[in-house]
């Protein structure tokens, strides 16, 4: 029986290499939006999930630089959870912040400033809010991510919400609403 997983003719030990990450079988964050079954979720509390993973990594002075619905999954609980991380697959030039856009010709987006790149995912995380927020309708919690969102996108970088800011604001309403 031949090896699956050979990478060169005549192998003979079985060697896979790779990461395995966990499966999650609600899909992706894309993949719900674009079946349009974010109404089956507790979609509120993603805001705070993956503001909570962006803000845990700029504080360990890393970077996603590709956030986007097709980078958070949901786990069997419907929480959502930030995936690929590493960069390997690239980014995404349409979920990146209007500042470096000119910086990326020939340049990869990973030998920018750490503040540049932390700029581009509180972009980026304000334009998922958003997207989110475009797929619920007329909820009052949605009209609040509208608010942050457009927040987290001010082009004016000096005048843009940081993500803890962000996240503050999204759970005092949250809160509100429940109580």
Sequence with gaps: ????????????????????????S??????????????????????????NALNAMHCAKKTHIDVKP???????????VLIDISGIGGITHQWCAPEIWDEMDGISPFDLPFRTRQLNDTWAYGKLLAEIASNVGDSPFAGT?????????EEDIHMRWTISKGISRLNSVENALVH
């Design 145 to 153: 991510l509208r608010w942050v969102a457009d927040r987290l996108t």
């Design 70 to 80: 097709s980078n958070v999954v949901l786990d069997d609980d419907g929480n959502a």
């Design 26 to 51: 609600s899909g992706s964050l894309q993949r719900v939006l674009n079946e349009k079954r974010i109404e089956e979720f507790s979609w509120e509390r993603w805001a705070g999930q993956i503001g």
């Design 1 to 24: 029986m031949s090896n699956p997983y050979a990478t060169t003719a005549g192998v003979q030990q079985m060697v896979v290499s790779g990461i395995l990450t966990e499966y999650h």
